[in-house]
């Protein structure tokens, strides 16, 4: 059940993400960086953190790096406690 959950939170994640690249390339309307870390918090860090690389995305915000690495710390602690 579990793993079902963060594969899911992992795509949404990850089209969320991918969205908001395209919307910047094109000068749209773009996602604020706050939903990006609330989808982090819910499971979705393992997408964005390997999209950020791929796809050259928010790879120069420095706040948004932290944070982001932050919220892998979190879980990886988290996975390793339960021993998930």
């Known amino acids: 059940m579990f793993l079902k959950y963060i594969i899911l939170i992992n795509i949404i994640s990850g089209l969320f993400f991918i969205i908001d690249k395209i919307n910047s390339i094109h000068k749209k309307y ?18 964005i953190i390997c999209l950020m690389f791929l ?13 982001s690495y932050f919220i892998l710390f979190l879980w990886i602690i988290i996975l390793i406690y339960y021993n998930l």
Do not use: A, D, P, Q
């Open 30 to 47: 773009r996602i604020s960086e706050f939903v990006l870390h609330i989808l982090e918090l819910f499971g979705g860090i393992f997408s």
């Open 55 to 67: 796809i050259r995305h928010k790879v120069s915000k420095f706040r948004f790096y932290i944070y």
